[in-house]
């Protein structure tokens, strides 16, 4: 019964964060010349998504019983210094992505990333990493007209500018 609780948790932090966010969406809610559905329309769809997601997933917890696997697995087995870069990384890609920009940003930040959560092999990360990314910066870029910094560090953004050229 203790799962329970902790599903009901999670569900009611994941969707609080999806409705804020949601929320948030209509204080930008300006119509934008070049793009019919305004500048909220993809940010209130993520929101939307993670709300549907946090929904489901507690619906599943609820309604699936718990396989061996996941009766018998520890929670707590990770100590906190591991615990630690999953936080921590995203908010220095934060905090350097004036400098270094999105574009390249992203491109060093999902494999550092996708190390840190566990992932060891090098080829198996970068292919799933580069074509995610590149599906990031090509659909928001091309599509959604979304002005990712370029970065100001030599060499970085002549990269950015580059990419960002060859897009359009």
Known sequence: MNSHKTYLGEFIVTFGIGLIAFLQTFSFDDPIELYRYGANCW???????????????????????????????????????????????PIIFVLLLPYI???AGVLIFLPVYSWFLGQRRILKTLSVCIPVAALIIFIFTKYLFVPFPV????GFYEFNSA???FLY
């Not at 970065?151 to 030599?154: L, P």
């Open 43 to 89: 940010p209130a769809a993520i929101a939307v998504s993670m709300m549907v997601c946090s929904l489901c997933l507690y619906g599943y917890r609820r309604i699936a019983p718990p396989s061996k696997e996941d009766a018998a697995e520890d929670p707590d087995d990770l100590p906190f210094r591991k615990r630690v870069p999953v936080f921590v990384i």
């Open 163 to 165: 990419l960002v050229a």
């Open 101 to 103: 920009g999105f574009y």
């Open 151 to 154: 970065g100001t560090w030599a």
